[in-house]
């Protein structure tokens, strides 16, 4: 099992999940981090359930191309699309900040 840390409106949820887990997969059948992860599209093509990385992302696959289309820069600072990782190791992750599709607002 590996354990998954949340941060969401200020909270802090914890859970074990399976190897090889989808949060988002998770979240579409009501199991944690439902209904605390906000997602949409499931299929890396939102952005909406882009989270930032605090801990963990060394272990992560490289992003793909789905990721980098959606995230750009983003990704420098450690945001990736959770909808497009299959978990291997323990994460934390934060979804306390602002939307990616809102990021271009004051460009
Ligand atoms: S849920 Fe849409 S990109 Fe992940």
């Excluded at 299929?43 to 990385?53: D, E, L, N, Q, S």
């Excluded at 909808?83 to 271009?104: G, K, M, S, Y």
């Amino acid at each position: 099992m590996l354990k998954v840390t949340l941060h969401k409106n200020g909270q802090i949820y914890q859970d074990e999940v399976q190897e090889n887990a989808n949060l988002v997969v998770r979240a579409g059948i009501r199991q944690f981090p439902y209904p605390n992860l906000s997602y949409r599209c499931g299929m890396g093509k939102c952005a909406t359930c882009a989270c930032k990385i605090l801990d963990g992302a060394d272990h992560l696959p490289a992003p793909n191309w789905k990721e980098k289309k959606q995230l750009g820069s983003r990704l420098d600072e450690g945001y990736r699309l959770v909808c497009q990782l299959w978990l291997t190791h323990d994460i934390e992750l934060t979804q306390d900040v602002e939307p990616v599709h809102h990021a271009d607002a004051s460009a």
